[in-house]
């Protein structure tokens, strides 16, 4: 399993950033697919969960209805947009795959992450 985050960098408030996960090694369409961040001395944090099919998406209520998880299951990606983004969004965003069968969230594997700073 390989996941592979990019698309994170320095934006100012209230901008946007897309985030992308590209997933190899395994079969991408039977996972359910996350997004988490952690920021310096907290736990890491769900962001966003994604069906295998893509037709049951959770937010956490921070990101709620600023933040957007899609996936394509023919490229083996998986995305998160990010709007109206906020200093308090500053973190490393992390990409997680899991079996799409009960498993536990923070279970499976995970990527190395992008660091998405949010200042003036």
């Known amino acids: 399993v390989q996941l592979v985050e990019s698309g994170g960098g320095l934006v100012q408030p209230g901008g946007s950033l897309r985030l992308s996960c590209a997933a190899s090694g395994f079969t991408f369409s039977y996972y359910r697919m996350s997004w988490a961040r952690q920021q310096p001395g907290k736990e890491r944090e769900l962001v966003a969960e994604i069906s295998s099919t893509g037709t049951t998406i959770n937010y956490a209520n921070s990101v709620k209805g600023r933040f957007t998880i899609s996936r394509d299951n023919g490229g083996k990606t998986v995305y998160l947009e990010m709007n109206s983004l906020k200093p308090e969004d500053t973190a490393v965003y992390l990409c997680?795959?899991?079996?799409?069968?009960?498993?536990?969230w923070g279970s499976g594997s995970w990527g190395q992450g992008t660091q998405v700073t949010v200042s003036s």
């Open positions: 997680n795959a899991r079996l799409d069968d009960g498993s536990p």
